[in-house]
């Protein structure tokens, strides 16, 4: 199982598919409480991308997926977390890379893209004006309080805000540690990001009935140069719609 040790000793799975050696490879960033697998695999997006002849990289953040779960908020954060994919990078020797992060996985996205330069082009999906706004995911939807009081009760019926009570079904449905991902949602980045910094080709992909994604023409003027992209789908859905990964796969390989 490949997995490498993050500067603070937590264990991180990630996994390769092969493809074209002479492109730089796309590395994909999955969503709160998702995975590689759940987020990029299932839904058919490391499949289409493969077809096209791209070599993939997925990761699984700390606290999801096969990585490490540590269960101190300390650990956590997109900006931490976007130190772990600097970190693969590294190791993968990879000189460029084109990047696309889902939901938490797109702040995780755009941090790494302003630091990072090898970052040759970026999608972020699942977003929209609470990046500028916010600083990061839209916690106006479902605060974090919201997040942290529905994975830490023992009895699902007790959650009283729909929307969090449908994220606690995901967790459960993925067998996910409660613990950890309370973490993460006491870790929520909230800091501005500098937008106007990004200079590569960026994609905006957001669900036309997701509420966390709110006017993402607002985040796409934010970027220079910045595309938007609309599919049908609400924020657990719109991945699994073929137009997203269309859209996806057609951007990402028209640097070629």
Sequence with gaps: MPTFQADDGVEIYWEQ?????????VLLHHGFIASGLT??????VVDALRASGRRVVAIDARGHGRSGKPHDPSFYGESRMARDVSRLLDLLGATAADVAGYSMGAIVSLLLATRDRRVRRLAIGGVGAAVVELGGVD??????????????????????SPAAAGFRSFVDAVGGDRVALAAQAAALHAEPIPLDSLTVPTLVLAGREDPLAG??????????????AVVDGDHLGAVRVPAFTTELVGFLNSGR
Excluded: C, H, M, S
């Design 139 to 160: 916690t106006r939807v479902i605060p974090a309080a919201d997040f942290r009081a529905a994975f830490e009760t023992d009895d699902p019926a007790a959650i009283t």
């Design 17 to 25: 598919w092969d493809g074209d050696t002479g492109q730089p490879p």
């Design 39 to 44: 987020n990029w695999v299932l839904p058919g």
């Design 215 to 228: 006017r993402p023409e607002i985040l796409a003027k934010a970027i220079p140069g910045a595309r938007l």
